[in-house]
């Protein structure tokens, strides 16, 4: 288990745990761990019921939580998948294809950042060049054309900023996605898994219902991004981190997403099969509520949906 610095408790029980565990062969120490079971209940709980907002960043960012290529693994039956956008090549960061969830079949689409270091490589750490923006169109156009319901999961840093992906109009791809999600005739629902980082994550993120696991962020930028701008010192990320309103409690509350996806105490790592299921519950639950509606209805809607978004107010002079 990889500990996140915050987590200094915890590890420190579970080693206690561990330990008589192994000497548990040599005398009853069931009581003994059993009450250190109770104490690791309590303390992930009240650790977890109490994450400042860069905490929250550091637990979205775990080496250990389930990425997009998890939830395709264990959601979805009969997953096929969708390579290259028909314009350059296929973008790794960026996974489509066809697949089931008790049967209903869906478009799913979502950004994989990768496991190990080797395929992290590969996956280009979850940073999408414009043709993984190309290729998650083309195949909500096929959704579209087929009538199906869309799925998105959204976990990236951002929008590959590389030379090559500005050359082959990084921005137009990303613009392009908005405009086309916005007017699509189907069913959207998108999903923040982890990290929701700036265009790069917008860009598969209209919908007609936003959902964000609890130990999720989406933000226009990183808090260390942020840091550096404004007050051009990047250790200052856990100030940015409160200003930006990254959390998913702090955007529920704004109105930018429809609901937050709980997860264990301890986060998604700590018990992945219960994340699984609370995923799929919801999305199934917010599937059977906007498949009753009209597709210009549908379309209505999600034009309202965003459109109130951005509250500001003037101030006289």
């Not at 693994?73 to 790794?92: S, V």
């Not at 190990?116 to 280009?124: E, P, V």
């Not at 069913?187 to 980082?197: A, L």
């Amino acid at each position: 288990m990889y500990y996140l610095d915050f987590e200094t408790p915890i590890k420190e029980i579970e080693e206690n745990i561990n330990l008589l565990k192994k000497n548990s062969d040599k005398a009853d120490l069931s009581g003994e761990i059993a009450e250190l079971e109770r104490q690791r209940k309590y303390i992930i709980e009240t650790i977890y019921k109490n994450l400042s907002p860069f905490q929250v960043v550091k637990v979205a960012r775990h080496p250990e939580r389930p990425n997009f290529i998890d939830y395709v693994n264990n959601l979805f039956e009969d997953f096929l998948e969708i390579h290259g956008d028909r314009y350059f090549g296929d973008d790794k960061a960026i996974i489509t294809g066809f697949g089931k969830i008790d049967g209903q079949k869906f478009m799913v689409i979502g950004q994989e950042k990768g496991k190990d270091t080797k395929d992290k490589i590969y996956r280009n750490f979850g940073m999408p060049q414009p043709e993984g923006y190309r290729k998650a169109l083309r195949a909500m156009k096929l959704a579209e054309k087929f009538k199906l319901p869309i799925l998105t999961f959204v976990d990236t840093s951002g929008a590959y900023p590389g030379i090559d992906s500005e050359e082959r109009g990084q921005g137009e791809a990303i613009a392009k996605n908005l405009f086309e999600m916005s007017g699509l005739k189907t069913q959207i629902i998108v999903t923040v898994i982890g990290e929701g980082g700036s265009g790069g994550a917008l860009a598969i993120g209209v919908g007609d219902r936003v959902l964000m696991l609890e130990n999720s962020i989406y933000s226009v930028i990183s808090p260390e991004g942020c840091a550096s701008i404004l007050w051009h010192d990047a250790t200052k990320m856990d100030k940015a981190a409160k200003a930006l309103k990254i959390t998913s409690r702090d955007l529920l509350e704004l109105g930018v997403i429809d609901e937050i996806i709980p997860e264990p105490y301890g986060g998604a790592h700590r018990d992945p099969e219960t994340t699984f299921k609370n995923v799929k519950e919801y999305l199934l639950k917010h599937y059977s509520e906007i498949k009753k509606f009209s597709i210009p209805k549908l379309l209505q809607k999600r034009y309202e949906k965003f459109r109130k978004m951005g509250k500001f107010a003037v101030l006289s002079e």
